[in-house]
């Protein structure tokens, strides 16, 4: 008889639920009454704590469409795991002592970066481990795609579609920013699908000058409004050359505290045009996944209970040219996917006269 952990770790997102379900109902398809699933509460805490409980099959039932997480998640910073604090807690001894005392053989890990570092941690400690790769932010190294991203666009795409009609009413730039982290493939992707004029990512440092002249180009031809996608985390090109200390530093001393607001405040100065700032902000990770990530969460989660069926751990999976696959933990924890040069998107961005900045 098999007993198979799960937990769900990090910032939630829509899909997880439907990895969740996607992986329980492939484990009962295949073992029926030889397996138990052992639903762990709020990620890496609860493991160390010691909070879980053996569910029962209906509760995989009618979460298909349902956003965030039935297990709850925490996010547990991959830097304290190894410290052991005031509490004097060996935090890596409780979470091999709780995956002993669930007797699990295997425990499944939904989540982003640092959920895949800890992941990686397990393994190496000889725990059955497979990964599951889940963010919006799409920045897990070794997949092409991660549950949750394309609902985030979706919803990100239909704020841009929204401040269309407004920025064009009232002959305004509309600036929305968008998550995603150090990544800007949120920003990019839902940019090109919501006709955004500027596209602003972290990976490619914009000079305010090149913005302003997109938008006095634009007016030029007779667009008296324009709307720009911009990543939470962009910087211009004085910032890139900084620390991030030194960084934060400087938007204090200039009153900002993200680069949104100073960019609307230097549109507003070097172009006279109108300016507002919108941050569709936590809606980008709420609701119901779409269609493309209930399909997607199902296939990894089929996948992963297939790899539970093969006992073969350590691994974590991921789609690599449309094909569902895995990678080893090792090889991808405590590395990130950020958008690369030269990028096919940012080609078709360049293209469309879209201004990188
Ligand atoms: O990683 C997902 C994400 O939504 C990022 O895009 C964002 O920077 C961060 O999490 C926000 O985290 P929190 O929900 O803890 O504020």
Redesign the pocket.
Known sequence: KKRVGILTSG?DCPGLNATIRGVAKALYQRFGEDVTIIGISNGFSGLINGEWREMKPYEFSGILTVGGTILGTK?TPFKLMRVVGEDEVDKVAEMKKNYAAMKLDCLLCLG?NGTHKTANLLAEEGLNIIGLPK???NDIYGTDVTFGFHSAVDIATEAIDRVHTTAGSHSRCMLVEL???KAGWLTLYAGIAGGADIILIPERPYTIEKVCAAIENRAKQGKHFSILAVA?GVYDVKESRMKKKERLAKRKEEGITTATNRIARQIEEMTGFETRTCVPG?TQ?GGSPSPYDRVLATQFGSYAAKMVEDGNFGITVAMKNNHVGENKLADIAGKSRLVPDGHGMLEVARRMGISLG
């Open positions: 910032g996010r982003g963010t919006i932010d998550m995603g982290n939470e936590h990770r």
